[in-house]
């Protein structure tokens, strides 16, 4: 993957942001840092949004939330057109959610996972590929709800 990985956190997840873009950058991953900065309260659907934007926009093929449980975030970001957003807390799910669901955006828990999980995951997420076939038909109606207007 070309592309730097969009990141970003909420308060809850200053810590472990940090050593997921550490890990990443130590495995040859370039990523741009969203925010937030500092442990201060603030609201994970600005955050959810600046991520949503950057693959929106083409500047990352894929971005990384992480909040509290990671509920928050995946919820923001699914409301975003273009998005698919998988709340992820093991491997497997990780590793799936790309083969099948072609998720472009990671959510993570920093009060439900530990870092070194969440490093585990990211590092399944970003390197795996979409296996497309059937999978693309479904993603396709998956997509398509958001014109339903419903
Ligand atoms: C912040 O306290 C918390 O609500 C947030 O990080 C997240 O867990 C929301 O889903």
Not at 39 to 55: L, T
Not at 138 to 148: G, Q, T
Request: glycine residues 10%.
């Amino acid at each position: 993957m070309s592309k730097p990985i969009a990141v970003a956190c909420d308060h809850a997840a200053l810590d472990m942001k940090n050593e997921v873009i550490s890990y990443l950058k130590s495995q040859g991953y370039e990523c741009v840092d969203y925010g937030t900065y500092t442990k201060d309260s603030c609201n994970y659907p600005d955050y959810a949004e600046k991520v949503c934007d950057a693959v929106n926009e083409g500047k990352s093929d894929m971005g990384i939330l992480i909040c509290g449980t990671g509920i928050g975030m995946s919820m923001a970001a699914n409301k975003c057109k273009g998005i698919r957003a998988a709340l992820c807390s093991d491997t497997f799910s990780a590793r799936f959610t790309r083969l099948h669901n072609d998720a472009n955006v990671l959510c993570m828990g920093a009060r439900t996972i530990g870092a070194g999980l969440a490093c585990d995951i990211a590092d399944i997420f970003v390197k795996t590929g979409f296996e497309g076939g059937r999978h693309q038909t479904r993603i396709d109606m998956v997509m398509a709800l958001e014109n339903k207007g419903k």
